[in-house]
Every structure is written in C-alpha cells, then in structure tokens.
C-alpha cells in the first residue's frame, strides 16, 4: 500500500520478500479480511465530539471527496471514470472529524466523472442525518454540495476560523495519499464488477488503516503528557 508504479508488482515484491507471487496474492487477501474484521471499531459515529474551535458552532464533521487515479481506462464501462481533471479515476468521499482527521464515513466505487454531491448522498451521514446529527448540528462543505440544513457551505474567502474549517479535510487526503502511496495511482485493472469490487476493498482498507493510525498516534500523545 505504500508504493505505487512499478514497486506495487507482484513480480517486484516477490523478488524483495523472496517468495512466490501465489503467496504475496494470499497474504494480501488475508490481511484485508483480517481488517475488514475490525473496521467497525476503528471507523465509526462517535457519540460525542469535542468542539476545539468555537468558530464552527454546530458544525462538528467537515465532507469532500478526492479523486483516486487509475493506472489506464477500465475495460467496463470506460468513458464514465473520466473525471474532470482529464484522469480516470474513481472518486473517494469521506466525512471526517475536523481537528483530529478521523474518517466517521465515507462513500467508495462511484466512477470519476460522478458529481461530489451525488457521492455524498450515497453515504450513511446523509440518509439517515436526522438520527445522526439531530437538528442542532451539520457538516461543513465546499460550494459544490447542496445547502441543506444537514450540510452547510462556509464563506469561500478565507477570514476567519468558519472559512478555514474545510482546509482540514484536504489534511486528511493529504496524509492518507502520503502514507498509502498507492492511492496516487492504483494499479488495479477493472474490467468487470468483481475488480471494480476489489479495488473499492483495497481503498477501504487503507481508510482503516489511516484511522488506525490516528487513533494510535492520539493514545502516544495522551501517554506522554501523562509522563
């Protein structure tokens, strides 16, 4: 997960491992079952949020998609995962904890050409927001989602602590592209369902593991100013 081109092979990591490729394919598979088992505990809706910053009143999540790039045109149906930015690509929609850049919710498998609104509906936070949210809180966006009384816009001119709120969720691709490099470009073909299928499971896992890092690098933290 961490490279990508070249070095993400089989043929490359079985020369670096010293093993066969069957072997490199079943302990993938097996390592993602493996997080699979515990994405519950470490992707989640918290019950309560901490307010850092006064500024965004009610506003306790923050959303936006990224586009994650493909190695080449997939064989099923190919024109639609040509996003705007002139890449195939599929789009990756997150919801996620401003001051801490934990992912709450996210919506995986729409090509690259969908509308990140669209994507954004298709996520757990907005289809069920009244049982989520309650009336008193929202999540900030850009100006390309919809001004709903569960998802507001802030200013676009950066002045204050409200505008500035939506910088924290590109942190939050920012980190997840440097850590899991593989998502700069994924070298997955797609030509049926199934594939289609399996790389939207290989993002997933590293949104686990992103959240898994967070998580530990928060109880670091909280260790040593306990020391």
């Not at 045109?73 to 040509?82: A, D, H």
């Amino acid at each position: 997960m961490g490279h990508y081109g070249n070095a993400i092979s089989n043929e490359d990591v079985c020369q670096w491992v010293g093993v066969r490729i069957g072997s490199i394919t079943n302990c993938t598979n097996h390592i993602m079952i493996a997080l699979f088992e515990h994405h519950d505990r470490f992707i989640f809706f918290p019950k309560y949020v901490l307010k850092i910053y006064p500024q965004w009143h009610n506003g306790i999540f923050t959303t936006d998609s990224s586009m994650i790039n493909l190695c080449n045109k997939p064989g099923l149906y190919g024109e639609t995962f040509f996003s705007r930015k002139s890449d195939y690509s599929l789009n990756c929609q997150v919801v996620a904890i401003p001051h801490n850049l934990l992912i709450v919710n996210y919506s995986i498998g729409h090509v690259g050409s969908a509308h990140d609104a669209y994507a954004f509906h298709s996520t757990c936070i907005y289809q069920d927001h009244e049982a989520l949210l309650g009336d008193d809180h929202w999540i900030w966006a850009n100006s390309a989602y919809p001004l709903e009384l569960s998802c507001i816009m802030p200013f676009k001119k950066l002045r204050n602590g409200v505008s500035k709120v939506h910088i924290h969720i590109e942190h939050v691709f920012v980190t997840l592209k440097g850590r899991f490099q593989s998502l700069c470009k994924l070298w997955h073909l797609i030509q049926t369902e199934k594939h289609l299928e399996c790389t939207s499971y290989w993002i997933m896992c590293c949104l686990i593991l992103h959240n898994m890092g967070r998580m530990g690098l928060k109880r670091n933290k909280r260790r040593m100013l306990n020391q």
